[in-house]
């Protein structure tokens, strides 16, 4: 596609409740990240994700998140046993690899506006 | 940990005026971008500086950037109501595997 795509755009669940998130990143960009962004707050670095290394899940805040990403494209962000603390918007960036490091730009996706009741 | 610290935190100017805002880091860097969110959702790029520049142009955005300081500046010329928006900076460090380090942005308003 021609950019970023993400799925729900909103997601409103109960507490408890199991959630996934969708990120379907630009077509041949090997590197794609995970991001929440709390009301008014900056960017919380998730999950990072480049072509078929082990993924950087250090910025997972608990183990009831876990983030996968199938053939390389798309990924799959999955938060168990919902809390209210859960709620944030959730975005996704890729980035293409085939350039340069004075080319880092991550190009990012709507995000997914998450509520949890 | 958070790297990037932007100030002000918040910045309300008239329309036509420029507005400046700048980012502060702790670490050695690559390259430093600025980024613009609208209405709490998706970000877009804006600039990347590379650390072996000091000043760089795009359109109505200039920005700057000290790394003896470990600062960098954006100032946006003749600001328009469209230019509201969220501003954040984001470091590539030089000992990253290629994550950004996100400051926690300058929200601007430009009052018609």
């Known amino acids: 596609g021609a950019g970023v795509s993400q799925s729900p755009s909103n997601k409103v669940t109960e507490k408890g409740k199991d959630v996934e998130l969708r990120c379907d990143p630009i077509?041949?960009?090997?590197?794609l990240y995970w991001y929440r962004q709390s009301l008014g707050q900056g960017l919380e670095f998730l999950i990072y994700?480049?072509?078929?290394?082990?993924?950087?899940k250090s910025g997972l805040p608990s183990d009831r998140f876990s983030a996968e990403r199938t053939g390389g494209s798309v990924s799959t962000l999955t938060i168990q046993r919902t809390q209210q603390e859960d709620s944030a918007v959730y975005l996704c960036?890729?980035?293409?690899?085939?350039?340069?490091?004075?080319?880092?730009?991550?190009?990012f996706g709507p995000g997914t506006r998450l509520t949890v009741l | 940990s958070q790297q990037g610290e932007e100030d002000p935190q918040a910045l309300s100017i008239q329309e036509g005026e420029n507005a400046t805002m700048n980012c502060s880091y702790k670490?050695?860097?690559?390259?430093l971008q600025w980024y613009r969110q609208n209405s709490g959702r998706g970000l877009v790029h804006l600039i990347l500086i590379r650390s072996n520049e000091r000043e760089k142009h795009s359109g109505r955005l200039r920005v700057t950037l000290d790394t003896s300081k470990k600062s960098s500046s954006l100032l946006i010329t003749a600001s328009r109501a469209a230019d509201t928006a969220s501003y954040f900076c984001?470091?590539?460090?030089?000992?990253?595997?290629?994550?950004?380090?996100w400051g926690a942005g300058t929200k601007l308003i430009i009052k018609p």
């Open positions: 077509s041949g960009h090997t590197a």
């Open positions: 670490t050695s860097i690559n390259n």
């Open positions: 994700f480049q072509g078929n290394s082990a993924p950087d």
């Open positions: 960036a890729s980035r293409s690899t085939g350039l340069s490091r004075s080319y880092n730009e991550q190009f």
């Open positions: 984001a470091t590539d460090a030089r000992d990253s595997n290629y994550q950004l380090i």
